[in-house]
């Protein structure tokens, strides 16, 4: 009967390299492990050291991601674990390293497949030391974001359209001409992203449109619904910088960032509440109060903001880069933005 009962516990337990070993109590160096098996404090039990212990953990680490095995993993805290343990001990045994050569540009998260988790981990470490961001930032080309969601940067400065941009010529009958419906990879050249995210890649759709010289400045104008990208601009130089905000709000949507959005998402909420407060403005005013205020909120929408950003570092050199903390290049006071 005792076989019995053991057998089904056996037949269901995981193998050694689909289970993470746990890092807390190990020994650096020693082979022991202090645990707290319920009230019995401190106990002292044979274990593997912490150093080998993490060098297993990292071996694992990407079965276990792949193979779903382990509800617990946490790829920082499993970055932050090899660090510590099997690349010599942490912050005080080593400099931080640099950014990586040309590891600057476009915000990108941890779902990225060029991030560097091993930059990531040393930064989570830099924080809970009390690091200011700024040293962080350089040390380790790595920022938290409003959204309180780690970021690294791509370079930018290979983006562009493949297409002559000054060809896309719009017909006096029409506002717009513009190449519809091309694969991104087949209007608008970015390998950086592309490798960070090649699902932008393969399903990514472009509309490209080139506004006439007699439309105002502010008919300018970007979307991204999807893998679908529009943009519609009178210079190449600005659909470029376009672009680049609408990749930006598509990089939001894979990484679970802080979102963009529109003013109509605001409009009939602030419009109602300005009936309500001002019953005797003219439709006129009402309206325009409420387009102003809807602009306002709009614009301080995180992923906007940061997507305002990505436009302006897109032209900077990566010493620039380095020297200027992400959050500088906000246009908005980060006290001043929301995240929806």
Same mark, same amino acid.
Do not use: C
């Given at each position: 009967?005792?076989?019995?009962?053991?057998? /089904?516990?056996?037949?269901?337990?995981?193998?050694?390299?689909?289970? &993470?070993?746990?890092?807390?109590?190990? &020994?650096?160096?020693?082979?022991? @492990?202090?645990?707290?098996?319920?009230s019995v404090m401190n106990q002292r039990s044979f274990a593997?050291p912490g150093i080998i212990a993490g060098a297993a953990n990292?071996?694992?680490?990407?079965?276990?991601?792949?193979?779903?095995?382990?509800?617990?993993?946490?790829? !920082?805290?499993?970055?932050?674990?090899?660090?510590?343990?099997?690349?010599? =001990?942490?912050?005080?045994?080593?400099?931080?390293?640099?950014? /990586?050569? =040309?590891?600057?540009?476009?915000?990108?998260?941890?779902?990225?497949?060029?991030?560097?988790?091993?930059?990531?981990?040393?930064?989570?470490?830099?924080?809970?030391? *009390?690091?200011? $961001?700024?040293?962080?930032? @350089?040390?380790? =080309?790595?920022w938290k974001a409003p959204d309180g969601m780690w970021r690294? !940067?791509?370079?930018? $400065?290979?983006?562009?359209?493949?297409?002559?941009?000054?060809?896309?010529? /719009?017909?006096?009958?029409?506002?717009?001409?513009?190449?519809?419906?091309?694969?991104? =990879?087949?209007?608008?050249? +970015? /390998?950086?992203?592309? &490798?960070?995210?090649?699902?932008?890649?393969?399903?990514?759709?472009? !509309?490209?449109?080139?506004?006439?010289?007699?439309?105002?400045?502010?008919?300018?104008?970007?979307?991204?619904?999807?893998? @679908?990208?529009?943009?519609?601009?009178?210079?190449?130089?600005?659909?470029?910088?376009?672009?680049? +905000?609408?990749?930006? +709000?598509?990089?939001?949507?894979?990484?679970?960032?802080?979102?963009?959005?529109?003013?109509?998402?605001?409009?009939?909420?602030?419009?109602?509440?300005?009936?309500?407060?001002?019953?005797?403005?003219?439709?006129?005013?009402?309206?325009?109060?409420?387009?102003?205020?809807?602009?306002?909120?709009?614009?301080?929408?995180? *992923?906007? $903001?940061?997507?305002?950003?990505?436009?302006?570092?897109?032209?900077?050199?990566? &010493?620039?880069?380095?020297?200027?903390?992400?959050?500088?290049?906000?246009?908005?006071?980060?006290?001043?933005?929301? $995240?929806?």
């Open positions: 009967m005792a076989d019995n009962k053991l057998a /089904p516990q056996s037949k269901n337990k995981l193998p050694w390299y689909e289970q &993470a070993l746990p890092m807390e109590g190990r &020994a650096t160096f020693l082979p022991f @492990q202090d645990t707290m098996p319920g593997l990292a071996i694992t680490a990407p079965g276990r991601a792949y193979s779903g095995s382990d509800p617990t993993f946490n790829p !920082e805290e499993e970055a932050a674990n090899f660090a510590m343990n099997v690349m010599g =001990g942490g912050m005080g045994a080593s400099r931080a390293a640099p950014p /990586p050569a =040309g590891s600057l540009g476009m915000f990108i998260g941890k779902n990225a497949k060029t991030w560097d988790s091993i930059a990531a981990a040393k930064a989570i470490q830099l924080e809970k030391a *009390g690091v200011d $961001a700024r040293a962080i930032w @350089q040390q380790t =080309g790595t690294q !940067e791509i370079p930018d $400065a290979s983006a562009g359209f493949r297409m002559d941009f000054n060809s896309v010529v /719009p017909s006096k009958s029409n506002a717009y001409m513009p190449v519809r419906d091309l694969p991104i =990879g087949g209007a608008f050249n +970015h /390998p950086e992203l592309y &490798a960070a995210y090649p699902d932008i890649l393969r399903t990514g759709r472009m !509309e490209v449109a080139k506004s006439p010289d007699w439309m105002p400045a502010s008919s300018n104008s970007g979307s991204q619904r999807g893998n @679908q990208f529009t943009v519609r601009n009178k210079t190449e130089e600005g659909a470029r910088s376009t672009v680049l +905000h609408e990749l930006q +709000h598509a990089v939001q949507q894979r990484e679970g960032f802080a979102p963009g959005g529109g003013e109509s998402q605001f409009y009939a909420e602030i419009l109602k509440d300005v009936k309500t407060k001002h019953p005797l403005a003219s439709s006129a005013d009402i309206a325009n109060i409420a387009s102003t205020e809807a602009f306002r909120r709009y614009r301080a929408l995180m *992923g906007e $903001a940061e997507a305002r950003a990505t436009e302006a570092r897109a032209n900077l050199t990566a &010493a620039e880069r380095r020297n200027v903390l992400p959050e500088k290049s906000y246009d908005l006071p980060l006290q001043l933005l929301r $995240a929806k």
